[in-house]
């Protein structure tokens, strides 16, 4: 569950989490937020795929604040 970050900590860690296939027509798509991934900090050309996060704030929240995950950095 996505949660706002400590103050000052603009980095922080994605901790371990469980990841498990789901028929695209059996997605809850309620209160998820898209968040692209990319290799490194330089977004643009490294973007590798989108990852479906779960949220109790409205995806719109993480969108403005440009939440991603980043697999470097």
Known sequence: MMTDARLKDLTPAMP???IK???ADKQDTRS???CPVY???QRGPTYVWTFN???KE???KWVLAGVALLLQI
């Open 53 to 55: 996060l779960k949220t």
């Open 21 to 23: 296939a789901i028929p």
């Open 16 to 18: 371990v989490i469980f």
């Open 58 to 60: 409205n995806p719109s």
């Open 39 to 41: 290799k490194t900090r």
């Open 32 to 34: 998820v937020y898209p």
